[in-house]
């Protein structure tokens, strides 16, 4: 069997900070320049779902315009929120209300690098091209 | 739960008042071959005699969006009005050496593939702008695959921020890998059905549950 060739992987992480000031339009730009650049992003926080649709519609444009970009491959891991009470429910939506989904981290890697996320609700397993 | 309770109610106090909508624009999203042109051509067969679009076992076959107006769905007694939408499935990535990895029947040259991936990626994006003009959605998901993808929750995440009613279909339950149980899991919050739309199972459940989503939008 040939030997692969380890070509070595960047993981970036980037704080809810870093991008908590940031509209959404400069925040998607931002991370789909790390991916540009052939790293993988820990962010700390999602995106909101319309951020999360904005990023596949400018994945998109770029698709067939960026030489060699294919996409993306993206994960967002979250606290488990089964079982919990409403009380519990009520306290977490109003903490992400105030400062955002904090208690959650999105994956976010080219797919030239990241062949695919495999996900259950308990872990996340990437798969390397 | 209590915010859903109290909008769900809202909107039938509203139904009273207000007529409802004469045809109801349904859409059909989900990643792609998780069938639904398969779904809304069953659909559209069943009450008008005719197809939506072409089937294929290659991905993003449908790559722009599909209409049938006027299609009438009756149910025990009662009958509804839908325009069914059926958009291209939703991926984060393409790339245009899959469309050159076919059978013998599908295989394609470059330029082909790649003009294939071109205009897949449009229509995601055309996909996505519909999204602001449906009044009601059937995720159309493949059941024997891990509902879990991003994808679907990104599409059920916009769905419930523009509050568009929601119907989970597994898709493929003829087939042996198919589990609904994990999709009805990963999708708590939502009604699931199992159907094949290819042979037609379950059907009668799918209307009671379309018209269920109907009266919600």
Known sequence: ?129 | MAIKILRDFTKRMFGIFFRQKEEISLGFYGPPNAGKTSLANKICKDWTGDEIGKVSKMAHETRTVQFKEEVEIKYKDKSLKFKLVDTPGIATKIDYEDFMKGGKKNKMKKKQAQSRAKEATQGIIEAIKWLDDVDAVVVVLDATENPYSQVNITILGNLVARDIPVLVVANKVDLRKADIKKVESAFPDYEVVGISAKYGKNMDEFYESVFRLAKKA
Request: net charge positive.
């Open chain 1, 1 to 129: 069997m040939a030997k692969r060739r380890y070509k070595g992987l960047t993981l970036q992480f980037v704080s809810h900070r870093e991008i908590a000031r940031l509209d959404s339009v400069e925040r998607i730009k931002k991370l789909l320049k790390i991916v540009l650049d052939n790293k993988v992003i820990i962010l700390q926080g999602r995106l909101s779902a319309g951020e999360e649709s904005r990023l596949i519609e400018d994945t998109m444009v770029m698709i067939g315009n960026v030489k060699g970009f294919k996409g993306v491959e993206l994960a967002v891991i979250t606290g488990d929120e089964e079982g919990s009470s409403v009380w519990d429910k009520f306290k977490s939506g109003l903490a992400r209300a105030l400062v955002g989904q904090q208690d959650a981290v999105t994956i976010i890697g080219p797919a030239s690098i990241v062949k695919e996320m495999k996900k259950d609700p308990t872990k996340l397993e990437l798969v390397m091209n």
